[in-house]
């Protein structure tokens, strides 16, 4: 929250859009960042309540999630280290293979300059100078034999650059390669950590539904979740009224794509347990797959939040929203520019669901509406 705030103070800044403000603009902005700022804090202290009566378990699992999370995007970009590696040794390749075919060129245009001297060996240089007979056809020789001589200087010349560039390739590839499997050392390492913790995960899940097995105690933890996400959003709403920076969701109605390939579940508006209603669907995933941003947003909000995990929020103007939920890391940061299609989370299951799957909202205005009306 305090990310949030410091965030909004940017964006309502007019100086941070080349602008002087005048005294009036000065003060407007000053009333209105300190009406957010009391918003925030009487949001963040009820959301701080809540946090303190999380169990053990949850706490634990609210901890395992946020490193799987560093672990996980770790990983990533090791995997983006390794592809890019990998790329460099293969254009380093091409480029030995070219200096290699240009080097044997050289080697037999001198064979032919020196079989050519060779050829010609019946005049021999020492001979004609000792002898200098016919001295217009000795002056003829002389040049020639001194175009050869420096053309073979040349080649010379050029055979040693090429010799030593094809060496500083080969030993740019070996660096490469050392670099390659030592990336690969440290992504199976990463993997092996993320397996570990993923097992740990699974076992805190399953403690954590035995001690909710109770109704009433499920049906209490429905609506406290619900309602700590409603003041996520509702001050995410009051921080950015009057930021008209994104054009909002209206013209792309029903052109959108979902945030990830899977199978859509717990339809919106369905009921849950005690009453409470879906207020958006959940989409069945496999884990590590990409969760991506549904059209051009700013990121709002991005971290752990009790039943639905690794939240992010990205505002997309004029009032429309959209929530990401039970991701298994968060990418960008909170106040981070993002596009439509741009991958934003990796699919997990935080949050206490028991499979991998995004828990997916679309809100305008605050109010959720049904994302089959909007994505495609």
Known sequence: MRALAALMILLLSPVSWGQQPSAQEQAATEAQLAQIAEELRKREAAIGQRAERLSITERELRQLEQQMATVASELNATQQRLADIRGRINDLQQQEQ????????????LEKQLDMAYRMGEHDYLKLILKQQEPAKFERLLGYYGYLNRARLQELDDI?????????????VADQQQQLAQREQQQ????????????DQQQLVKRLQREQSADQKRIQELRDNQEALEQVLAAIRAAQRDEPRLAGLTERKGKMSWPADGKVERLFGRQRSGGVTWKGVVIKADAGDSVKAIADGRVLF???LRGYGLVIVLDHGDGYMSLYGHNQTILP?????????ETIALVG???GVEDPAVYFEIRVKGDAVNPVNWCR
Request: net charge neutral.
């Open 160 to 172: 040693r650059v090429t010799q030593e560039q094809l060496t500083q390739v080969q030993a740019d």
């Open 98 to 109: 070219e200096l290699t075919a240009q080097l044997n060129d050289q080697r037999k245009l």
């Open 302 to 304: 991005a971290n752990w």
């Open 333 to 341: 940061a909170e106040g981070d520019v993002v596009r439509a299609n």
């Open 349 to 351: 299951q935080s949050g």
């Open 188 to 199: 199976r390492q990463q993997q092996g950590v993320l397996k570990a913790q993923q097992a």
